[in-house]
């Protein structure tokens, strides 16, 4: 496998880093571009007030990840990356691939959107994540004992809305697998992982 960048897509709450850490067990030899670890990073270092500082980070972070993955295509890494995409990301990764020729592939998970509301509402309240996902403003050491009361957790309208308005479920760039991840039980990752291993060849 030479060259090669799995865009891990889709919807909020489909599994994504999930899947990532399976393909790398499997595949290994990825190096993991993750937008979330560099927010969040960002987050620590300069803490934030209001929504708008928080956007103002979130712009470093994007500058900082295009930056990562052009440094690891000039030296010709397999890249491994999980997010949302949407059209927004896209012209520029576009043009990444383009110039250092690399073979894109995006796996784009879907499910059921009541399904992944309550994963991602499980998601915000587990003591584990970020802290900087559910407030308004933050500083590192910022603890909230009882996460209900963040002042940014998604209600449902929003979430409907981010979900069925942001092309998260359209996005793709290169060869395209498309997963109903909605019951976990039934996700077949082995027939994935079989195509993957092809490209090897």
């Known amino acids: 496998m030479d060259k090669v960048l799995i865009l891990l897509a889709g919807l ?3 599994g994504k880093t999930y899947l990532s850490n399976i393909i790398n067990s499997t595949l290994g030899l990825f190096y993991n571009l993750s937008q979330d670890n560099l927010k969040e990073s960002y987050c620590d270092m300069y803490g934030y007030r209001n929504l708008e500082e928080k956007q103002k980070i979130e712009k470093i972070a994007w500058a900082k990840y295009y930056e990562i993955m052009e440094q690891q295509m000039q030296v010709g890494s397999n890249i491994m990356s999980d997010y949302p995409f949407s059209q927004k990301q896209k012209p520029h990764i576009q043009q990444l691939v383009e110039r250092y020729g690399y073979e894109v592939v995006t796996i784009r998970l879907i499910a059921d959107l009541d399904v992944l509301f309550e994963r991602q509402k499980n998601r915000d309240l587990d003591p584990t994540r970020h802290l900087s996902h559910i407030v308004t403003s933050y500083k590192k050491g910022d603890h909230l004992a009882d996460r209900r009361n963040a002042d940014n957790l998604l209600n449902y309208d929003e979430f409907i809305k981010r979900c069925t308005t942001r092309g998260y479920d359209t996005f793709e760039l290169g060869k ?18 079989e195509d993957l291993l092809k490209m090897e060849n």
Do not use: Q
Request: avoid cysteine; hydrophobic fraction near 30%; proline fraction near 5%.
């Open 12 to 14: 909020p709450g489909t």
């Open 176 to 193: 395209l697998y498309e997963m109903d991840v909605s019951d976990y039980t039934k996700v077949n990752y082995s027939r994935l992982l």
